[in-house]
């Protein structure tokens, strides 16, 4: 499986623009980058997802490079309700799991 | 409903216990998993179902582990013998298949409690 790499925390200060970076250098062609995020102690929530050309919807937009081994979520407006882990996926195969790693733990502060 | 549901939201059983934990997947989707979490840590692929089938079962832990969905809807996680380690949140997750392009909606998880 392709493995994804995240930096542990950010913080983000309310109102501005969170950029969530992640890197899958081991991607491979038909594999989708999916971002989800846990807020304590629900289950984890689906934000958006891509294959190579960036992709934009009501929660947030993904850039991917060019090359695909990295991308980064973006939050436009974070509000104090966006604080949650945030989880860079690379999802394999054929209906295959979502292999979850630590994720980033977003601290949005007012 | 309109999400995925868990029963029960929490249970405490004693070490040596049989546990059943249901999960009720969005309506129409084919494809259902399983999951655990252990406090701070990401969620831990288990089992995948497509329809009644399980298409993939390289993420149970050991023998002791078990999931059936017979009618391709309702699934259920069995635990044997339970031991104080399988204590953790488990999650379930439905699509509307199992193709890499549709993502997997998740219910709120049943904390398992071994005691």
């Known amino acids: 499986d392709a493995k994804t790499t995240q930096p542990p925390s950010m913080d983000c200060a309310e109102g501005r623009a969170a950029n969530l970076p992640c890197n899958h250098s081991t991607i491979s062609g038909n594999e989708y980058v999916y971002w989800y995020r846990q807020i304590h102690s629900q289950g984890p929530q689906y934000i958006i997802h891509g294959l190579k050309n960036n992709e934009t919807n009501e929660m947030a937009s993904l850039i991917i490079t060019e090359d695909r081994k990295s991308s980064t979520l973006i939050l436009p407006h974070a509000t104090l309700r966006d604080t949650a882990v945030y989880y860079c996926?690379?999802?394999?195969?054929?209906?295959?799991?979502?292999?979850f790693g630590a994720g980033t733990i977003l601290r949005v502060k007012s | 409903g309109a999400g995925v549901s868990q029963t029960p939201s929490n249970k405490v059983t004693e070490k040596g216990k049989y546990v059943e934990l249901r999960c009720d997947p969005i309506s129409g989707h084919t494809a259902l998993y399983w999951y655990r979490q252990s406090l701070g840590q990401g969620p831990e692929f288990l089992i995948y179902f497509q329809g009644t089938g399980a298409a993939d079962d390289s993420g149970l832990p050991n023998d002791r582990f078990f999931a059936v969905r017979p009618e391709g809807s309702v699934s259920t996680l069995k635990i044997q013998r339970t031991e104080r380690g399988d204590s953790a949140v488990y999650l379930c997750a439905s699509s509307l298949s199992g193709s890499l392009n549709t993502e997997a909606f998740f219910g709120q998880g049943t904390r398992l409690t071994v005691v």
């Open positions: 996926i690379v999802r394999v195969g054929y209906g295959n799991k979502l292999v």
